[in-house]
T-cell receptor, first 111, second 111 residues
Framework: GIQVEQSPPDLILQEGANSTLRCNFS?????LQWFHQNPWGQLINLFY???GTKQNGRLSATTVATERYSLLYISSSQTTDSGVYFC?????????????FGTGTKLQVIP | SQTIHQWPATLVQPVGSPLSLECTVE??????LYWYRQAAGRGLQLLFY??????ISSEVPQNLSASRPQDRQFILSSKKLLLSDSGFYLC??????????FGSGTRLTVV
């Protein structure tokens, strides 16, 4: 199956700092998503980004499918950004929509 | 708009007891439905997915089973819980195009 690796595994930021999270995947995919899991366990879909660049407020994401990686940028970090960030990939359509998650990046933003 | 409901939020069950977790989706038809388990705060493991009523695919052999009796209802069950079944269980749905939306999760502790 597809292997999904995320880096760094852990990250501590001072409030206001910027950061880049990386997701590498081992095979071609049709879809890629970024999620944020808050301290209460809720998973929130941040981006659905099979290719290209998208921005949503202080967050943006870029996926280069041909080179099998995606980046999540967090600018001017806030304490509410703390939690675990996951990327997830799948090959739908054309195959079943099995979504494979990476191991996550645990982010802690300190005031 | 689409919503996903998952209950209960927390559950403590003795070893050997049965389990039934329910997930329902509103505002969409014929969604792809998923059950994931997350152990130790990292790494979501896909347990089951379903593309339609009565259609269940299992990703890993385990002590659990799933059923889809109605289009927008997905149930995770066990006849006899093991200690190793403890974890955070998440239900998710996905429509045509776009990404996955997750329920709020059930934290199961088997004692």
């Amino acid at each position: 199956g597809i292997q999904v690796e995320q880096s760094p595994p852990d990250l501590i930021l001072q409030e206001g700092a910027n950061s880049t999270l990386r997701c590498n995947f081992s095979d071609s995919v049709n879809n890629l998503q970024w999620f944020h899991q808050n301290p209460w366990g809720q998973l929130i879909n941040l981006f659905y980004i099979p290719s290209g660049t998208k921005q949503n407020g202080r967050l943006s994401a870029t996926t280069v499918a041909t080179e099998r990686y995606s980046l999540l940028y967090i600018s001017s970090s806030q304490t509410t950004d703390s939690g675990v960030y996951f990327c997830a990939v799948d090959r739908a359509p054309g195959g079943y929509q099995k979504v494979t998650f990476g191991t996550g990046t645990k982010l802690q933003v300190i005031p | 708009s689409q919503t996903i409901h998952q209950w209960p939020a927390t559950l403590v069950q003795p070893v050997g007891s049965p389990l039934s977790l329910e997930c329902t989706v509103e505002g969409t038809s014929n969604p792809n439905l998923y059950w994931y388990r997350q152990a130790a705060g990292r790494g979501l493991q896909l347990l089951f997915y379903s593309v339609g009523i009565g259609q269940i695919s299992s990703e890993v052999p385990q002590n659990l089973s799933a059923s889809r009796p109605q289009d927008r209802q997905f149930i995770l069950s066990s006849k006899k819980l093991l200690l190793s079944d403890s974890g955070f269980y998440l239900c998710a749905w996905r429509g045509d195009g776009g990404g996955n939306t997750f329920g709020s999760g059930t934290r199961l502790t088997v004692v």
